[in-house]
DNA sequence: CTATGATTCAAACGTTCGTTTCAATCGAGC
DNA sequence: GCTCGATTGAAACGAACGTTTGAATCATAG
């Protein structure tokens, strides 16, 4: 009763997520209209609010469809090397891999989503809207808490607030790193073709994250003139 | 025959450009709508096309107001600093700092955008729009060319390919780091009223770049199995 | 005061948006 | 073969979009 309907089902919805996943890449959210999913989906226009609901729920499962696996992995990857490790504090250049190597593998898997998808994500942590971000932060909350947690473990020494600071310097090189195309060729020639060389690109991330997470704590000499500025801000 | 118009004229300029940062900020550029524009701002539905041609143009001129003067600053002040080195090269920290300085100092002058245009900004790095992307590009090459040349005669042993990648992670990470409200609160609760602390936050940018910056070259080991996946992706 | 050019205003333009409707089509179960 | 729920199809919905229009308003120069 229900086997009959998965195959092509399953084949709709799978050819609009992909169509979603490419077009919401190129022009965004709301760039990328219904009529244009559908075109180049090749299903009717109805078949979004069909199958979805509404263009927000599709947005969703975009996102769902990758992050729910890849974060699981994430995890996994890092359950398997704390258990390889037999409780001994894991090196924080080996858990800023983990964490990389994860999204850098889906820019060589097509399965996983390649480039198309790792690219919407990149640009989506930055995402005006705030429904939108609210949903990539419930979808990495737990991988995040995880993670944190190991780093703290990895370096006791290094004060809980500074820690959370670098995490997010580390977040956003990320980030930005598989979303930007164009800075790169903005700063020097470059050639394409070994821009998304996934393996070298680990060594150089984790080589530039490592350093900066394991950088001298700054004494806090910053802080003159600045009580002012907050307050008036606020 | 000019200084009667100059001040209204001015005036209403100024009061669409204001609220057009904000909510473009917000709401993104194709989500904030003119009415929305010309709402916030007090003025008339036409008065955008009017002042400024199309809702387009309305865009590249909120970016120049703001980036032509920031990207002239930043330029200035590292003539200055190599000035006063008298041909020695600069530290990469002071160099860094420089160009990082510059953006914070927005972020505490509401005269020069303040937070609003910060994030504006850092989020339209990664917009899916390719026109938008290629303004941001235009109005930023000198300074970019000019700070790479500071850095290359600051690292003369760093390789240049190695180079332009940790100038694109460092660009990225400050990009991200004004662009991003939430990755922190994600991460662990984080008191707001010192997260924009632009002395602080220039403090551990800076620390953590420099070290970025200066990390060992890898040695390129992950070249092992990745031709394939290269050319597949051609 | 009148004439002139710049600016503002309310209203409408045609287009495109996301969504809905309802009939047509499909495919397995009785 | 017929029935019935699931899916697809073509067409239309009202709303909102960016833009344009032409008259009204304003401030200055003569």
Redesign the interface.
């Known amino acids: 009763m229900n086997l009959r309907a998965i195959k092509p089902l399953h084949e709709t919805q799978t050819r609009i997520l992909d169509a979603a996943e490419e077009l919401?890449?190129?022009?965004?959210f709301?760039?990328a209209s219904m009529r244009m999913l559908t075109a180049r989906a090749g299903v009717n226009l109805a078949a979004i609010n069909y199958h979805f609901g509404s263009k927000d729920a599709l947005v969703e499962a975009v996102f769902r469809r990758r992050l729910d696996p890849e974060n699981a992995e994430r995890i996994a990857e890092l359950d398997r090397l704390e258990k390889a490790s037999g409780g001994a504090p894991l090196a924080p250049a080996t858990i800023i891999r983990a964490f990389v190597g994860t999204s850098l593998r889906m820019i060589?898997d097509e399965k996983k989503g390649?480039?198309n998808f790792i690219r919407l994500l990149?640009?989506t942590?930055?995402?005006?809207?705030k429904r939108i971000?609210?949903l990539i932060?419930q979808l990495?909350?737990p991988a995040?808490a995880r993670f944190?947690d190991a780093f703290a473990k990895a370096l006791p020494e290094l004060p809980?607030e500074?820690l959370?600071?670098?995490?997010?310097?580390m977040?956003?090189?990320l980030?930005?790193?598989l979303?930007?195309t164009?800075?790169?060729e903005?700063?020097?020639g470059?050639k394409p073709?070994?821009r998304?060389?996934?393996?070298?690109l680990?060594?150089?991330?984790?080589?530039?994250?490592?350093?900066?997470?394991?950088?001298?704590?700054?004494q806090?000499?910053?802080?003159?003139?600045?009580d002012e500025?907050?307050k008036?801000?606020?």
Chains 1, 2 share one sequence.
Request: charged share 20%; hydrophobic share 40%; net charge positive.
């Open positions: 919401f890449m190129q022009h965004g709301e760039g060589q390649g480039r990149g640009r942590y930055t995402d005006p809207a971000r609210a932060g990495y909350a995040m944190k809980r500074e959370v600071w670098r995490l997010h310097f977040f956003g090189t980030s930005y790193t979303a930007a164009d800075t790169l903005l700063i020097a470059c073709e070994d998304y060389d996934a393996a070298v680990e060594s150089r991330l984790t080589a530039f994250l490592a350093a900066g997470l394991l950088a001298p704590v700054p806090r000499t910053g802080q003159r003139a600045t500025s907050v008036q801000a606020a």
